[in-house]
């Protein structure tokens, strides 16, 4: 069954660091496009970074230069480095995998398999 498992939440203030971790089960993460969404209470799942199986990555504007997606293939393991964290960057976060072939990348529906979620609380 393929599992993604997301770890590395917490309570940070302003100006602090996070480091996110994904891990996969039953599927070689690097064969597929994967992101980071976050989701606050009332709200869509927004997209918030991407890595494709080619290496390519792409951001949302208000997280580019702060945040940094990477996987380690050997650990089968997506990342999320988040420095300079807003307040506005409380969520919660999830990994998610598509298929490469599939449309936008912001775009939740686009994902077929989701982790739980981990949380981020940044306070001022």
């Known amino acids: 069954e393929v599992q993604l498992v997301e770890s590395g939440g917490g309570s940070v203030q302003a100006g602090g660091s996070l480091r996110l971790s994904c891990v996969a089960s039953e599927f070689i993460l690097s064969s597929y496009c994967m992101a980071w969404f976050r989701q606050i209470p009332g709200k869509g799942r927004e997209g918030v970074a991407t890595?494709?199986?080619?290496?390519?990555?792409d951001y949302a504007d208000p997280v580019k230069g702060r945040f940094t997606i990477s996987r380690d293939n050997a650990k089968n393991t997506l990342y999320l480095q988040m420095n300079s964290l807003k307040p506005d960057d409380t969520a919660m976060y999830y990994c998610a995998r598509r298929y490469c072939t599939s449309g936008a990348w912001k775009i939740a529906a686009q994902y077929n398999h989701w982790g739980q979620g981990t949380q981020v609380t940044v306070s001022s």
């Open positions: 890595l494709y199986s080619s290496g390519y990555t």
